[in-house]
């Protein structure tokens, strides 16, 4: 790891009077050097706790050290730039061959454009982490406002993550479900596993409304209609502690649409946390104990993050409720079908592919909220 603070300043160059941008974020920046001796020591160890069996502190290690890495890159590229603008601007300085003195200027200004480069590339490594970032997401959709059509559009909505799932290579497991009359879901939660999979779905939650003709109008008219769609990060159970005294746990027979029985036994789980009033229930197995595992699973899952917008609200960062009320007055978006048209009101997004949304195609809509995201983080960290 090389640490270039300070360096060359007793010959006269000064990387810091080399800098033409933000002082500011150079002094930012320097602060950094220390990373890559954390850097150093951490993958050194690493190795050990392998070898004495710390599986939990080495998995803690690999991500630190997959954190800091793109973060010392950066800096370091950023550092010997830096050094070679005072280089050059020290050259110049002594330089009269005009020949020589044009070839230098021109290294120095592309130079500089790589400053302003890895500077930007810093700022945005620099932003805070979203503390759910790598983890797998549970999602909850139900059917809202519109009766059955909205529960046709939750289906709708199942299908398209489905595909936006199996696009990244992503594997989605079906938690539990409650099939609605007409073929659609009156609710339906599944677990989304794989890499940077929080990053890409965390923008999902919300009311989602849809313009369309329904299967069920014989006039040709447009309805609109909603599902909700919540997004929860998954927990482990060294994330939340439950005491089981807290619990209250039932059984029941399943129950498929207009709740008929679909179960001769009593396999499915309601599990209610008493301190806070949370219910979840789970019916999609015909084993019990399959089923309690998976209600648990999303009871954690709810219970974390219960917990983060406790930690947002105590910083003055309330977070809105994903889900409201799911009218059709609220929405985060809207699925037009005539126009082929689809709008995040969140951040003013109109586009006509709603053809290819529907098909998987979500990455230019998420890349767009993610790009929403890191503008405002970057404009209140200056």
């Known amino acids: 790891m090389i640490r270039l603070v300070g ?11 080399a800098y033409n941008g933000d002082v500011n974020n150079h002094e930012k920046f320097e602060q950094l050097s220390a990373l890559g001796d954390e850097l150093k020591a951490l993958e050194d160890s690493l190795t050990g706790l392998y070898a004495d069996g710390k599986i939990d502190e080495a998995t803690a290690t690999s991500k630190r050290i997959s ?13 010997s730039t830096m050094v070679d603008i005072a280089e050059a601007q020290a050259l110049l300085r002594n330089e009269t061959d005009p020949e020589m003195r044009t070839f230098v200027q021109g290294e120095l200004d592309t130079k500089r454009g790589t400053v302003e480069v890895l500077e ?3 700022n945005e490594l620099l932003l805070p982490k979203d503390p759910n970032d790598g983890r797998n997401v549970i999602i909850e959709i139900r059917g809202g406002e519109g ?3 909205g529960n046709l559009w939750a289906a709708d909505l199942f299908r398209m993550y489905s595909k936006f799932a199996e696009r990244h290579g992503w594997t989605i497991e079906v938690i539990d479900a409650m099939d609605s009359e007409k073929g659609g879901f009156t609710y339906i939660s599944f677990i989304v596993k794989g890499s940077d999979v929080w990053t890409h779905w965390k923008f999902e939650g919300g009311p989602h409304r849809v313009q369309r003709v329904p299967t069920t109008e014989t006039q040709g008219r447009i309805h609109t209609s909603a599902a909700t769609v919540a997004v929860l990060p998954e927990a482990q159970e060294v994330d939340v502690h439950i005491d089981l005294n807290d619990l209250e746990i039932d059984v029941y027979r399943s129950s498929g649409p ?6 001769t036994t009593d396999s499915a ?3 209610t946390h008493k301190p806070t009033g949370l219910v979840v229930s789970n019916q999609d197995q015909k084993s019990q104990i399959k089923n309690r595992e998976k209600a648990m699973k999303v009871l954690r899952s709810r219970l974390l993050q219960l917990e983060q917008e406790k930690a947002d609200a105590e910083l003055g960062e309330t977070r809105s409720s994903q889900v409201k009320g799911g009218g059709r007055g609220d929405k985060i ?3 037009n079908y005539k126009d082929n048209r689809i709008t995040d009101h969140r951040i003013g997004l109109t586009q006509y592919n709603l053809d290819r949304v529907l098909e998987g195609d979500l990455d230019s809509v998420v890349d767009a909220l993610r790009q929403a995201e890191r503008s405002e983080q970057l404009s209140q960290s200056v």
């Open 67 to 79: 954190d800091l890495r793109p973060v010392v890159d950066a800096y370091e590229a950023y550092m």
């Open 120 to 122: 930007s590339e810093l």
């Open 147 to 149: 009766g059955e059509e």
């Open 333 to 335: 978006r809207t699925y």
């Open 7 to 17: 360096l060359f300043t007793g010959s006269g160059l000064s990387v810091v009077s």
């Open 269 to 271: 789980v309601r599990i």
């Open 258 to 263: 207009g709740g008929q029985s679909v179960n």
